[in-house]
């Protein structure tokens, strides 16, 4: 085993247009990112970032392949932690199938992440965190609301 | 449980588990065998694994672990990807996080939120 890879796929009652819209809207990316946006023209050869919440550098790389409504490619590589940053880049692939036969309109998004190293740390952070994204990502679609909203007791 | 079971086969004969997104009766029976819940175990240990890999972590038939990853599969739980001649499974956690939602955060939340306002009330003495 050379590479490290986690593949997950969630279903969506939307457009792929709109799905679209989602993966590539800076102010709506931070609403189910927990704060963080993604920012780059979204065309391919193009450089990509994603700034934290409070707008520090968390990962950058380049658009390899976009296909509005379809498939989007990243080379990703974190630059926030000096360990991670070192595995070098990773590649994200978001893909968007319309699903058939169902009543209302949904689509499959599919999303692997992967790099060419055995056990990538880099690999088991982003996977820990894409379940949560993702599940807001699709309350925000499908009611207009997201149901996790950061838990930070205070006192 | 007649009902369920036909529906599971017509998840797993229709081959396209998207007619089947999104089911939570599909996802608590697939939870619901331990053998199936032992696949989710070996697949996050490490991802992305052949079936031959995933049999030799369970004793039983390779026909029964195909049977045990295509229920999974229809409740989305594991996901496939082609690399050459091989078929590589991947955990799916996004459905299991859906049920936290649903079904742990929401009634946890109120049970937070009162140990939160008592522990502010304790330390500022109020009464």
Redesign the interface.
């Known amino acids: 085993?050379t590479?490290?890879?986690?593949?997950?796929?969630?279903?969506i009652r939307t457009t792929p247009e709109r799905l679209w819209e989602a993966l590539t809207t800076p102010d709506f990316i931070r609403q189910y990112w927990f704060g963080a946006t993604a920012e780059s023209d979204w065309k391919a050869g193009s450089p990509w970032t994603l700034k934290m919440a409070d707008g520090s550098l968390a990962d950058a790389g380049e658009i390899l392949e976009a296909v509005p409504g379809s498939r989007l490619v990243i080379k990703w590589r974190n630059e926030w932690k000096p360990e991670f940053k070192a595995e070098g880049f990773a590649l994200c692939t978001m893909e968007i199938e319309p699903?058939?036969?169902?009543d209302v309109p949904?689509v499959?998004l599919?999303i692997?992440h992967s790099i060419d190293r055995a056990d990538s740390g880099f690999i088991g952070a982003v996977s820990s965190g894409?379940?949560?994204i993702?599940?807001n990502l699709?309350?925000l679609l499908e009611t207009g609301s997201i149901?996790?909203n950061p838990?930070k007791?205070?006192? | 449980m007649i009902a369920l079971d036909m529906q599971v086969n017509a998840c797993l004969l229709s081959t396209?588990s998207?007619?089947c997104?999104?089911d939570p009766d599909l996802l608590f029976k697939a939870i619901a065998d331990p053998s199936r819940r032992k696949l989710l175990d070996v697949l996050h240990e490490?991802?992305?694994r052949t079936l031959a890999e995933l049999c030799e972590h369970l004793a039983m038939a390779r026909q029964s672990v195909t049977q045990h990853l295509g229920l999974l599969e229809a409740a989305?739980l594991v996901?496939t990807?082609r690399r050459g001649r091989e078929k590589l499974h991947?955990?799916?956690?996004?459905p299991?996080?859906?049920i936290y939602?649903r079904w742990i955060?929401k009634f946890e939340?109120p049970r937070?939120r009162a140990l939160?306002q008592l522990?502010?009330r304790l330390?500022s003495h109020e009464p």
């Open positions: 085993m590479k490290t890879t986690f593949a997950y796929v969630t279903y699903v058939a036969d169902v949904a499959k599919s692997t894409w379940p949560r993702l599940s699709k309350s149901v996790l838990v007791p205070k006192g | 396209q998207q007619t997104m999104n490490h991802d992305g989305n996901t990807q991947f955990l799916n956690p996004v299991l996080q859906d939602e955060r939340e937070l939160h522990k502010r330390e």
